[in-house]
C-alpha cells in the first residue's frame, strides 16, 4: 500500500469535544439570550426585516398558483351562472313572446267577433255563428268546413259570412257538419251588384289570381262603366243571397280592343283564406212570405128567360 494514502490524524473515534449535552446546553442558553434580548432590546429586528425583504419575492411566486386557481375557478362559476341566467332569460322571453302572441291571437279574434255580432245584429235574415273546422283535402277545389249541419239547422245552399262579407256558400250538408264552397272557388258565381253605378253583373271564383285566390266579373261590355276600387255587393236577384251583403272590390280592369267584354278582376273582402268563425244565414228563398191565395169569387148568375 503506497504511503501517500495513509491518514497522519487520529480517526475520529480518538477526536475530543464537547459532548452532546454540553451543545446542547451551550445553544439553549443562546436561544435563551436571543430571545430576550430581542424581546428588550429589538436586536433581531433589522435582521428580521433583511429576511422577509429577501423571502418577499419567493413568497409572492409561490402565492401565484394558488391566486390563479382560485381566479380560474371564481371565473368558471361566475361564467355558469351567467349561463345558466341567461338560459333562464332566454326561456322566460320565449314564454313572454307565447303569451303576447296568443293575447293577440285573442284580441284580433274577440274583435272579429264582436264585428260579427255586430253583422249579425244589423241583418234582417236570421242568421247563426259557426266555426271553421278545417280545409278540405281537394287540392282543386276552394271549400272549408263547419261545425254546423243539420241539426243546427244549416240548410244546403245557404250563404256564410264573415265579418267583412260574403264568404261562400253552403253545399252540402252532414248532420254535424256543412261544407262550405268559397267564392273563389272556380265552380262559384254569385250575382253581384256596383254600388257606384247600379249595374248588375256576375262574380266567378278563379282561384288562380291573387295570392289567395280572386274572383273575375264576367260578360261585362268593354264600355262599361267600371272602374278600381268599385265596391260590389250582392244584388238579390237570384234568391238565395240577400241583397246588400259586400261581396268584393274590383282591382284591375283590362279593356282590349279585339275583344267585347273587358276583362274585371276582383278581390273578395272576405278572408277566405285563414277565416275562423263565420255567420251562416238562412237562404233568401224560405224568408219570401207565401204570396196569398186568391180569394174564390162566387160565379156571376146567368141571366133568366123572359
Known amino acids: 500500500m503506497p504511503f501517500g494514502t495513509l491518514e497522519r490524524s487520529a480517526p475520529p473515534l480518538f477526536k475530543q469535544g464537547l459532548s452532546a449535552l454540553s451543545r446542547l446546553a451551550v445553544y439553549g442558553a443562546l436561544a435563551l439570550f436571543l430571545m430576550v434580548a430581542d424581546a428588550r432590546f429589538q436586536l433581531t429586528g433589522p435582521f428580521r426585516q433583511a429576511v422577509a425583504t429577501a423571502l418577499y419575492p419567493v413568497q409572492w411566486l409561490m402565492l401565484k398558483p394558488v391566486e390563479f386557481a382560485r381566479h380560474a375557478s371564481s371565473y368558471f362559476d361566475s361564467l355558469q351562472a351567467a349561463q345558466e341566467e341567461l338560459d333562464s332569460a332566454r326561456k322566460k322571453m320565449a314564454l313572454m313572446g307565447q303569451r303576447a302572441n296568443q293575447a293577440e ?137 240577400p241583397s246588400g251583403l259586400p261581396v268584393a272590390r274590383v282591382v284591375r280592369v283590362e279593356r282590349r280592343a279585339d275583344s267585347a267584354f273587358a276583362r274585371i278582376y276582383c278581390m273578395p273582402l272576405a278572408q277566405v283564406q285563414g277565416a275562423r268563425h263565420v255567420v251562416v244565414l238562412k237562404p233568401l228563398a224560405d224568408n219570401v212570405l207565401p204570396r196569398p191565395e186568391p180569394v174564390p169569387t162566387a160565379p156571376a148568375k146567368r141571366g133568366t128567360r123572359k
Open 105 to 241: 291571437q285573442l284580441a284580433l279574434e274577440n274583435g272579429r267577433l264582436r264585428q260579427l255580432l255586430v253583422l249579425r245584429d244589423r241583418l234582417e235574415t236570421p242568421a247563426q255563428a259557426a266555426e271553421v273546422i278545417y280545409d278540405t283535402a281537394d287540392t282543386y277545389t276552394r271549400r272549408v268546413v263547419i261545425d254546423r249541419g243539420q241539426m243546427g239547422g244549416v240548410e244546403p245552399g245557404a250563404p256564410v259570412m264573415d265579418e267583412a262579407g260574403v264568404l261562400g256558400q253552403v253545399t252540402r250538408v252532414f248532420p254535424l257538419v256543412s261544407e262550405v264552397t268559397l267564392l273563389v272557388d272556380r265552380d262559384q258565381a254569385i250575382p253581384v251588384l256596383n254600388v257606384r253605378t247600379g249595374a248588375r253583373g256576375v262574380a266567378y271564383g278563379d282561384p288562380v289570381a291573387g295570392h289567395g285566390g280572386g274572383m273575375e266579373l264576367r260578360f261585362m261590355p268593354a264600355n262599361a262603366d267600371v272602374r278600381e276600387d268599385d265596391l260590389l255587393t250582392t244584388s238579390g236577384v237570384d234568391g238565395l243571397y
